[in-house]
C-alpha cells in the first residue's frame, strides 16, 4: 500500500467535458491548503504515447521536463498545480501491453496464462503507485481519459475499482465528471445521461463519492436533487461546473461551492484556509485587462485551436502580466501558400505575430511569405521551433542571396541546406520518442534582447525536433543582422534575433518556451513579444 491519497476522476456521456481541468482544479484545491499534489493521466488508447498523432486527433503534444511526449492535460496540470512532471504521469494502454509483453516473453510470469485480470490491471496499479512512490506525493490525481461505457477503458477502471479495496476507502475517492446537457427548444437542463453514467459506473463496481455536472449555466436546486438522488450521494456532494469567461476560474467557482473542503475531510486531511489570493489575482487581471493587442496566430493546424494550446495560455498568462488582452487571428499558411488569402490581407492590422511550430511540407512557403511580410513591415515576432527555422530559411534567400536554401526537412536536394538533420538523427528507424525531446540548458548571450527578458545567463528549456540550424551558414546570417543569442552546451542554436536597429522585436527560439509558462510565472518570450506589441518597454 502506498501512502499517498488517491483521487480518481472519471467522465461521462462525452469526451473533452473537462475531466482535465476539474482533476487539474481539485489539484490547485488541495495545493492551496499546504499539500504536496501531483497527477497522472491516463490515455487508453493503443499509442505508447502521443508523439507520433496527428494534432488534430489529438491535439497538442505536451512535452515534459524529462521529454515524454504526452497528452495536453499534463500542460493543464503543469500550469494548475506548478509543477514539473515526468514521462511516468502519462500511461497509456501501449506503455502497459508492451510491459506486460515483455514479461511475458522474458519468463515473468512463470507459465502462467497471462490475462487482462490479474496480469493487466496489476500493470496499471503498479504504474499509478510508482508515481506516488517516486514523487512522495500527498495526493496523488489519476484521471481516466475517455468516457465511461469505452471497451478500451475498462482494464483501468478495474484496476482502479481494485485500487480501492488494496488501498482502503479513507485514502481513495472517486470524482465522476458527466455533462447535463440543455435543450435549446424549452431551456431544461436534462440529467438522464448523467444518470446513465452513473449507472455504467456502477456496473463497472465503482460508486462515485462526488459528481461533477457539467453545464451551459448555473444547474438548478431541481436538477441536483435528481442527480443526488439517482448518485446515491447527498446534495454537498453534487457540484457544478458551468461554462465561465477562462478556465482559470473554474477552481474558484467549485472552491466556492466547497469541493476542496469535501474532498480533503473525506481522505482524512486537515481542512485549512486556502491560499488563493495569488490565483484570485491573476483570474481578475486576465478577464479584467482592456488594452487589446492583436496577435497573428500563423500556423497549419490552425482549425483546431488545441494544437497549440500552451502557446495560447502562455499569451494569457503574460497579457495578464502586463494587463494585456491578447486578442489572437488565427492565419492558415496553407491558405497563403495555395493562393486562397494573400500575405497582406492576412496580417492587416496586427500588433505582433507568432510563427507556430509544426512538421512537413504543407504551408512552408505560406509561412515563408508571412515571415518576410512580418520582417520588412517590422512587426514584433516570435517564431518558434520551426518558427526559428523557417525565418533562416527566408533570410538566407531573402537578405543573403541563397537561391534555394531550405530545410532538408522539406526539401533534401537543397543547394544550400541552411536547416538540417540534426547528427545523430541520421541513423533513427523509428519516429516514436527519437526526436531531441525535454529540456536542456541554453546559454544567452550577454545583451541580447533573450537575455534581458529571462535574466539569465542559462536558462532550462524544453525541446522538440529533429533539425537543427546548419552552423556552417552562421557568418552569412549574422552578416545580414540575424544574430546567434542563445547556445546550447554542445554548440547548437537555440535562439536568434535580429538586432532591434534593423528590428525591433524579432526572436526565434529552437525550443518550445510555452511548455514552462505558469500562470504567476509567464514565459519570458511571450512577455517580451507582448510588450513590444503594444509599445511597453521591457
Not at 55 to 63: K, N, Q, R
Not at 317 to 339: M, R, S, V
Not at 347 to 359: H, K, R, T, Y
Request: proline share 5%; net charge neutral; with cysteine.
Amino acid at each position: 500500500m502506498a501512502k499517498a491519497r488517491f483521487v480518481f476522476v472519471t467522465g461521462g456521456v462525452l469526451s473533452s467535458v473537462g475531466k482535465g481541468i476539474v482533476a487539474a482544479s481539485i489539484g490547485l484545491l488541495l495545493s492551496s491548503r499546504g499539500y504536496s499534489v501531483g497527477a497522472v493521466k491516463i490515455d487508453p488508447y493503443i499509442n505508447v504515447d502521443a508523439g507520433t498523432m496527428n494534432p488534430y486527433a489529438h491535439g497538442e503534444v505536451f512535452v515534459t521536463e524529462d521529454g515524454g511526449e504526452t497528452d495536453l492535460d499534463l500542460g493543464h496540470y503543469e500550469r494548475f498545480l506548478d509543477v514539473n512532471l515526468t514521462k511516468k504521469h502519462n500511461i497509456t494502454t501501449g506503455q502497459v501491453y508492451l510491459s506486460v509483453i515483455m514479461k511475458e516473453r522474458r519468463g515473468e510470469y512463470l507459465g502462467q496464462t497471462v490475462q487482462i485480470i490479474p496480469h493487466v490491471t496489476d500493470e496499471i496499479k503498479s504504474r499509478i503507485r510508482e508515481v506516488a512512490e517516486e514523487t512522495g506525493v500527498d495526493i496523488l490525481i489519476v484521471e481516466i481519459g475517455g468516457t465511461v461505457g469505452d471497451i478500451e477503458g475498462l482494464p483501468f477502471l478495474e484496476a482502479v475499482r481494485q485500487m480501492r479495496l488494496e488501498e482502503g476507502f479513507d485514502k481513495t475517492l472517486f470524482v465522476h465528471v458527466a455533462l447535463a446537457p440543455e435543450l435549446s427548444t424549452t431551456g431544461e437542463q436534462k440529467t438522464k445521461p448523467v444518470q446513465h453514467s452513473i449507472q455504467e459506473l456502477r456496473r463497472i463496481g465503482i460508486q462515485p463519492d462526488i459528481v461533477v455536472v457539467r453545464t451551459r449555466r448555473p444547474l438548478e436546486a431541481e436538477a441536483r436533487r435528481k442527480i443526488a438522488l439517482h448518485a446515491t450521494l447527498p446534495e454537498s456532494h453534487v457540484f457544478n461546473s458551468y461554462d465561465v469567461d477562462t478556465i482559470y476560474r473554474v477552481p474558484l467557482i467549485l472552491e466556492d461551492q466547497g469541493l476542496g473542503s469535501l474532498v480533503a475531510r473525506r481522505l482524512g486531511l486537515q481542512d485549512g484556509k486556502p491560499r488563493l489570493d495569488e490565483w484570485r489575482w491573476f483570474v481578475e487581471k486576465l478577464t479584467n485587462s482592456s488594452r487589446v493587442v492583436r496577435i497573428a496566430m500563423v500556423g497549419k493546424y490552425t482549425r483546431l485551436r488545441d494544437s497549440y494550446i500552451s502557446i495560447v495560455e502562455a499569451l494569457k498568462h503574460a497579457g495578464a502580466h502586463l494587463g494585456l488582452k491578447p486578442e489572437l487571428h488565427w492565419i492558415e499558411a496553407t491558405d497563403i501558400e495555395e493562393g486562397r488569402v494573400d500575405v497582406e490581407t492576412a496580417l492587416e492590422g496586427v500588433d505582433g505575430a507568432i510563427v507556430l511550430p509544426g512538421f512537413g511540407k504543407r504551408g512552408v512557403e505560406g509561412k515563408i511569405k508571412a515571415i518576410r511580410y512580418l520582417r520588412e513591415r517590422r512587426i514584433p515576432t516570435l517564431g518558434i521551433c520551426f518558427g526559428l527555422q523557417l525565418t533562416v530559411v527566408e533570410v538566407a534567400r531573402n537578405l543573403v542571396g541563397l537561391e534555394g536554401a531550405h530545410t532538408t526537412e522539406v526539401d533534401p536536394a537543397t543547394p544550400h541546406p541552411v536547416v538540417d538533420l540534426l547528427p545523430e538523427q541520421r541513423s533513427v528507424d523509428r519516429l516514436g520518442g527519437t526526436m531531441r525531446l525535454g529540456a536542456s540548458p541554453v546559454k544567452l548571450v550577454e545583451g541580447s534582447i533573450a537575455h534581458k527578458l529571462y535574466k539569465l545567463d542559462v536558462v532550462m528549456e524544453r525541446h522538440r525536433h529533429r533539425y537543427e540550424v546548419n552552423n556552417k551558414y552562421l557568418d552569412l546570417l549574422e552578416a545580414v543582422g540575424l544574430k546567434v543569442s542563445g547556445w546550447s552546451p554542445r554548440g547548437l542554436v537555440e535562439v536568434m534575433e535580429f538586432d532591434r536597429k534593423i528590428h525591433p522585436f524579432y526572436l526565434g527560439t529552437q525550443f518550445h518556451p510555452e511548455f514552462k509558462s505558469r500562470p504567476l510565472k509567464p514565459s519570458p518570450p511571450f512577455v517580451g513579444l507582448l510588450a513590444a506589441s503594444a509599445g511597453i518597454a521591457f
